[in-house]
């Protein structure tokens, strides 16, 4: 079957299939990003989608990916506009802001047309992305939530930004992206401006371009109208200023951080998050708090047998190492093709190394990133994404469990 009806039909085939041969699956139904606060588990913002090969404030796709597999899963972009009117992200296109800091020659004018942005790299190298490519990025990473940084304020170019994204969202097909898009304001007013280009679901006052902000009538604007976290330039915060905020509900976020001792204070002093160019979600436990992410012993029942795996969410399912899954029914053997990139495993036979093991490390910082192989089991191509977590692969363990024991 094709369509809705023909995947929701697939799915639950193989959720019945599992509940008869006694299998409890590890998630029936993946949970979206946007069905949760985005604050929920995320101290840390990647300031300017993060850093890259040890390079920061590029707004670049490596960026981005690089967060990612670090274990970041909410991002800060910075937006502007080229010489020809395309959305990109960029902090800006004057000479001595991100010229100077991507280390990019101006050539002519300097507000680049859109196909000279495309083809300068960002210091020498990396890759600079459209407003349509980072939200391209949002649909496959289905669990990150991105933070806007605009910077205008007048009130056709913060309409034209967010109708424009908006748009966007739209022509790739995937409007549900907008749930996982937080909105910085700068003012009062641009509540109300971008509100009326849609509803988002969760919103920042964020007060860096306030010379002198009266927190407490802040505080209480934020109250009035359901917004619910504010971003406040750390030099500029105190013990009070963050106690008056959570007395109305409203949690204090706090940028940009890059020394650890200084997250440390400022955690202590009660601010709930913080943007950051190069601390890492793994290294928060350095400074007492926990990392969001950690693998956890499950033990699943697969027919007669009872197993315990280690499992990872990754993209709000439940994940586990493929030689634990050799465990399962008859097992399997593995072999690699490096030429054409594809992972095939023979059930009835015996797992042994597929060559992988060199490159595991054992940090347990789960650095994860999407595998470039495809997945062939017993001849037919699985059509499933696995992802290599230090070096480990990861499979799916519910699609899985259905492939083995159907």
């Keep these: 079957m094709n369509g809705k009806n023909g995947k929701t039909a697939g799915r639950l085939t ?3 299939l599992a509940a008869m041969l006694g299998v409890s699956l590890g998630m029936v139904r993946p949970v979206q990003a946007a069905e949760t606060d985005w604050r929920a588990g995320n101290t840390l913002v990647a300031h300017a989608l993060g850093e890259a090969d040890g390079k920061t404030e590029t707004n670049t796709k490596e960026a981005f990916l690089s967060s990612w597999s670090e274990g970041f899963r909410v991002m800060e972009a910075d937006f ?54 980072l ?9 990150v939530y991105l933070i806007t940084d605009t910077k205008e304020t007048d009130e056709a170019t913060v309409k034209r930004q967010f109708q424009d994204l908006k748009n ?9 992206v907008l749930d ?11 509540l109300g401006w971008v509100k009326k280009i849609h509803p988002f679901r969760q919103w920042i006052f964020t007060l860096y371009q306030i010379y002198d902000p009266d927190y407490a009538d802040i505080a209480a604007f934020c109250r009035q109208n359901g917004v619910d976290t504010v971003t406040i330039e750390h030099t500029h915060l105190t013990k009070q200023i963050v106690d008056m905020f959570h007395k109305q509900q409203i949690k204090v976020y706090t940028h940009t951080v890059n020394r650890y ?59 586990v190492p493929l030689r634990e899954m050799a465990k399962v029914g008859s097992g399997f053997s593995a072999d690699y093709n490096r030429e054409s990139k594809v992972l095939s495993l023979t059930p009835w036979r015996i797992f042994h190394s597929i060559g992988n093991e060199v490159g595991i490390n054992a940090s347990g910082r789960l650095i994860t990133e999407k595998a470039d192989f495809r997945l062939v089991y017993g001849g037919t191509d699985t059509g499933l994404t696995c ?15 259905s492939l083995m024991l159907g």
């Design 80 to 133: 502007t506009y080229t010489s020809d009117g395309v959305l990109v992200v960029r902090h800006d296109f004057e000479e001595n802001g991100s010229y100077y800091r991507l280390e990019i020659e101006p050539d002519g004018p300097l507000v680049m047309n859109s196909q000279t942005y495309r083809e300068k790299k960002a210091v020498y190298e990396l890759t600079p992305i459209t407003a349509v490519e």
């Design 168 to 176: 966007i969202a739209n022509n790739i097909g995937a409007p549900e």
């Design 135 to 143: 939200l391209g990025l949002m649909v496959e990473y289905k669990d």
């Design 14 to 16: 193989a959720v019945a």
């Design 387 to 401: 992802y290599m977590v230090d070096g480990e692969i990861y499979v799916p363990l519910d699609k899985m469990m």
């Design 261 to 319: 001792k200084q997250a440390e204070n400022l955690l202590s002093m009660g601010v709930d998050g913080i943007y950051t160019d190069t601390i890492k979600p793994y290294e928060l436990d350095w400074i007492g708090r926990t990392p969001p992410r950690s693998t956890e012993q499950k033990t699943v029942t697969a027919g007669e047998k009872n197993i315990t795996f280690t499992t990872l969410d990754i993209m709000g399912e439940t994940h």
């Design 180 to 190: 996982r898009i937080v909105p910085q304001i700068y003012s009062k007013e641009m």
